[in-house]
Every structure is written in structure tokens, then in C-alpha cells.
T-cell receptor, first 112, second 111 residues
Framework: GQNIDQPTEMTATEGAIVQINCTYQ??????LFWYQQHAGEAPTFLSYNVLDGLEEKGRFSSFLSRSKGYSYLLLKELQMKDSASYLCAVRDQNTGTYKYIFGTGTRLKVLA | DGGITQSPKYLFRKEGQNVTLSCEQN?????MYWYRQDPGQGLRLIYY???????QKGDIAEGYSVSREKKESFPLTVTSAQKNPTAFYLC??????????FGPGTRLTVL
């Protein structure tokens, strides 16, 4: 079946580094995405991995291992504004159509 | 500015009433999507449209209907057949990296 797992909640300190893990099971993997969602707002796109390896984008990096069904989002130099939910999503191909499967999100609290 | 707009931001409905949520985009994207988000759950796909005049049911389409008569517009109707319609509804379109661009969302409450 299709499934995405990520921790429910994490806490980190301002200025630190935090790694949010995501494991997935899909039948037709076609890309993994990370989104940031502040409370009461819409998700915004952070990063995209389709091949194995690390993608770096400023303070945010995302890693993918397709053989392990595993990804992580790395946030460096944490700021208070990084307090948000982080959604892991997989684009899945099935019978010629593409759909996105979302995890439940990891709520990150950044403490001063 | 290009983007996706949804209206209204907050919507209240009495039980037994149909209601239509608006979604408009000027990003020239072909594919558009409707999700609902409930506390403690991931985004769940209601309907999606790969191109104008075509749409498919998602994982939780029962009690909902859509139309895609124009590329820019993908309205969602929540019918009285939807058993638990109170939720946060998000419309999205697909960008060049296959990423989703989301509208600001509509929070529907059934009274």
C-alpha cells in the first residue's frame, strides 16, 4: 500500500540544527517533496528530490534514498520563524495518473 | 502577481445545504487539485484535474463535486451528502518541478 511516516512533534533550540525524517512506501515513486505549513496557513514548497542524494537550498537541505524509502529535511541555524509543521509528500504514479500522498506532518517548535 | 486564490477564507453552512468553494489560478498550470486537511491527518485528495474539461476522483470524493470548464478555475461543491464537511480545504496547482502551489485555503464550518 501507500504510506508515509514522520514524527509527530520535535523541539529544538534557536541556532541549532534539526533533522526531520520521513519514510515512505509507494508503488510508483516519482519524487519526494517537503512543505512548510504555519498554523492556519497553506503549505509552501521547500524542496524536491527525485534522485538519491542531498539537495541544498540555503538553510534547508533535503536528502533522499530511494532504495531505503527514506528522506530527511535538515534545517540549519534555526530561527523562531521556523516553528511550523513540515509535511513530507510523495508523488506516486499509478495506472498512468499521478497523485500526491502526504504525511501527517511534523510540528517543530523552536525555543529561544 | 501570479498565484492561487481561494474564496471565501471562512465559510459557515447549515446542515443540508450545498456550498461551492472557489479556486482561481493565473499561473497557467494545467493540473489542479482539491485537498481537505483535518487535525492530526495528512492532506487527503478529494478531486484532481489534469487538464481543462477533465477531472478524476481522489481518495475521498464522496459528497463532493467539481467542474473544470476553464483552465484558471476549479470550483469545489460540498454537497449535503458529505457526512463530515467541517475541515480546512486547500486548492493547489502543479508547477514545473511537479511541486504543488497552494491557495490560502477555505475553512468550512457546518453549524
Amino acid at each position: 500500500g501507500q504510506n508515509i511516516d514522520q514524527p509527530t512533534e520535535m523541539t529544538a533550540t534557536e541556532g541549532a540544527i534539526v533533522q526531520i525524517n520521513c519514510t515512505y512506501q509507494t508503488s510508483g515513486f516519482n519524487g519526494l517533496f517537503w512543505y512548510q505549513q504555519h498554523a492556519g496557513e497553506a503549505p509552501t514548497f521547500l524542496s524536491y528530490n527525485v534522485l538519491d542524494g542531498l539537495e541544498e537550498k540555503g538553510r534547508f537541505s533535503s536528502f533522499l534514498s530511494r532504495s531505503k524509502g527514506y528522506s530527511y529535511l535538515l534545517l540549519k541555524e534555526l530561527q523562531m520563524k521556523d516553528s511550523a509543521s513540515y509535511l513530507c509528500a510523495v508523488r506516486d504514479q499509478n495506472t498512468g495518473t499521478y497523485k500526491y500522498i502526504f504525511g501527517t506532518g511534523t510540528r517543530l517548535k523552536v525555543l529561544a | 502577481d501570479g498565484g492561487i486564490t481561494q474564496s471565501p477564507k471562512y465559510l459557515f453552512r447549515k446542515e443540508g445545504q450545498n456550498v461551492t468553494l472557489s479556486c482561481e489560478q493565473n499561473l497557467n498550470h494545467d493540473a489542479m487539485y482539491w485537498y481537505r486537511q483535518d487535525p492530526g491527518q495528512g492532506l487527503r485528495l478529494i478531486y484532481y484535474s489534469q487538464i481543462v474539461n477533465d477531472f478524476q476522483k481522489g481518495d475521498i470524493a464522496e459528497g463532493y463535486s467539481v467542474s473544470r470548464e476553464k483552465k484558471e478555475s476549479f470550483p469545489l461543491t460540498v454537497t449535503s451528502a458529505q457526512k463530515n464537511p467541517t475541515a480546512f480545504y486547500l486548492c493547489a496547482s502543479k508547477g514545473s518541478l511537479n511541486e504543488q502551489f497552494f491557495g490560502p485555503g477555505t475553512r468550512l464550518t457546518v453549524l
